[in-house]
Structures are given as C-alpha cells and as structure tokens.
C-alpha cells in the first residue's frame, strides 16, 4: 500500500499563497488520478482538485481560478499551489491516490487563514 506524506501547511493571511506537497513512497501518480480533498472543522471533507495520470485537471467551484494542482511523476509528488486564499479555506488538507478498490490517504496538513 502507497504511503503518502504532505508538508507545506502554515498560517497565512487572507489574500496570501501557500504551496503543499504529498510525497508518496512508490510510483503511483503515473499509473493513476491523484487529488486533494479538505475537512474543515464540524464540516465534512470535501474534494478540491484532481489530477489524472494525463494530466487532466478538475477543481471544486470555490477554487477555481486560485488553486492549482500539478504534479512531477519523476519525483512521486503532487503539488497543491493555493493563491488569494480566503479564511473559509481553513481547514486539513488532504492528499490522495487511487489505491486497489478505494483510495489511499495522507495524514493530513493544517492549513489556516487569517482576516
């Protein structure tokens, strides 16, 4: 089972960027989509972006235009480039990959936004 590692969480104020990253231990972005997802406090976790093993990319409608989601397969790392962030982007960031029948999560990275 693929093991995946995020860093790049902080605190940052409204109108500021942030980069994440998820390292997994094997090749695994090749082959198969990989995502971020986030889980405000009280709140469901909820899907952000999505990159395919082509590259195709999808984003929730209330990152669209301020998020990027990019990958490197040589490097197993899927990156998450945040700008114009807002405080209702607080929340755990989570990365993911298609992994057997479900999918395969990191342990999450705090991400807080200041007014």
């Known amino acids: 089972q693929v093991q995946l590692v995020e860093s790049g969480g902080g605190l940052v104020q409204a109108g500021g960027s942030l980069r994440l990253s998820c390292v997994a231990s094997?090749?695994?972005?090749?082959?198969?989509?990989v995502g971020w997802s986030r889980q405000a406090p009280g709140k469901q976790r909820e899907p952000v972006a999505t990159i395919t093993s082509s590259g195709s990319t999808n984003y929730a409608d209330s990152v669209k235009g301020r998020f990027t989601i990019s990958k490197d397969n040589a490097k197993n790392t899927v990156f998450l480039q945040m700008n114009s962030l807002k405080p209702e982007d607080t929340a755990i960031y989570y990365c993911?990959?298609?992994?057997?029948?479900?999918?395969?999560w990191g342990q999450g990275t705090q991400v807080t936004v200041s007014s």
């Open positions: 094997r090749s695994s972005f090749r082959t198969y989509a």
């Open positions: 993911w990959v298609v992994c057997g029948p479900g999918h395969c």
